[in-house]
């Protein structure tokens, strides 16, 4: 009664009742049939090591072998890297104002700067104008994408062209006539 109020009974009948040489035979089949593995012991590094190797054996993605460079996977590059050097100039120039503010005042940065000789002004300006109006123009492309605008083959190339036809006009007029 007990084994019932379990849910034992069926299991345990069939256990009892079920003759040795059936039992024995699924038992000896279990064993034999399973391969034994040979673990060892390794230390970090040489887990490392073995996993570098295997890395290394990987193939490298396919984009940079068979896939001819695109406008539109350069110009989001483009578009990431012009905005992490944005911010990493502007973070670095806060963070340099705040640790010496004495140093990098406004007094003394245009000071520095107007002491530097022509040359040095327009490419300076150059360097900060281009990546600031490639960004802010391709911005404004991203921007008409989400309204849904321009999002065909031939519209994502239009507005690259655009972008990269406006980058160059207001880089020339920033670093030249501002």
Not at 43 to 68: C, D, G, M, V
Not at 95 to 120: C, R
Request: aromatic share 12%.
């Amino acid at each position: 009664m007990s084994t019932r109020a379990l849910g034992l009974g069926a299991a345990l009948r069939k256990a009892a009742f079920s003759p040795n040489l059936v039992r024995n035979q699924a038992v000896l089949r279990n064993t034999l049939g399973k391969r034994f593995i040979q673990v060892e012991s390794l230390t970090p590094s040489a887990e490392q090591n073995i996993l570098n190797q295997q890395r290394l054996k990987r193939p490298s993605s396919p984009h940079f072998t068979i896939y001819q460079p695109q406008l539109t996977w350069i110009g989001s590059i483009a578009n990431r890297v012009t905005g992490v050097g944005l911010s990493v100039l502007l973070y670095g120039f806060s963070i340099a104002y705040l640790v010496a503010p004495t140093t990098f005042s406004s007094q003394n940065v245009v000071e520095f700067v107007a002491g530097l000789p022509d040359a040095v002004k327009y490419t300076g300006k150059a360097i900060l104008a281009a990546p600031f109006s490639f960004h802010a123009f391709n911005g404004i492309r991203h921007l008409s994408w989400d309204l849904v605008k321009f999002v065909s083959v031939k519209g994502a190339y239009v507005t690259g062209y655009i972008v990269l036809a406006s980058t160059a006009v207001s880089t020339a007029f920033l670093t030249f006539f501002k």
